[in-house]
């Protein structure tokens, strides 16, 4: 599977692209945290891992590390605007429950 970005998100992720020097693509992932264990990381990144998986959606590299590869594989990251707020949103097939917060999920 890959990670894919939405139109919304690759603008977005262009833009931050375009604003830093020498970054080449997304770093996405996971880390431990919250009440229900992971949450996601999204970073800009200037250089590639020897052990990361790299997908290419419209156009953006995506680059995600081993450890979080399988709690985010067929993740769809969207950008989404609400009035005054913006943020990424994840689609994400292997979440089996999320925390009431929205900030953290579990996978099974």
Known sequence: MS???SEAAAERVGGYLREQPGSIGLRF???KTGCSGWAYVVDI???IEQD???F???GIK???NPDSLPLVTGTEIDYIRQGLNQSFAFRNPNVTNE???GE???VS
């Open 62 to 64: 995506v680059l995600v």
């Open 52 to 54: 990361d998986s790299v």
């Open 56 to 58: 290419e959606s419209r």
């Open 45 to 47: 990144t200037d250089h």
């Open 99 to 101: 925390c009431g917060c």
């Open 29 to 31: 992932g996971v880390r």
């Open 3 to 5: 990670i894919q970005l």
């Open 104 to 106: 953290s999920f579990t």
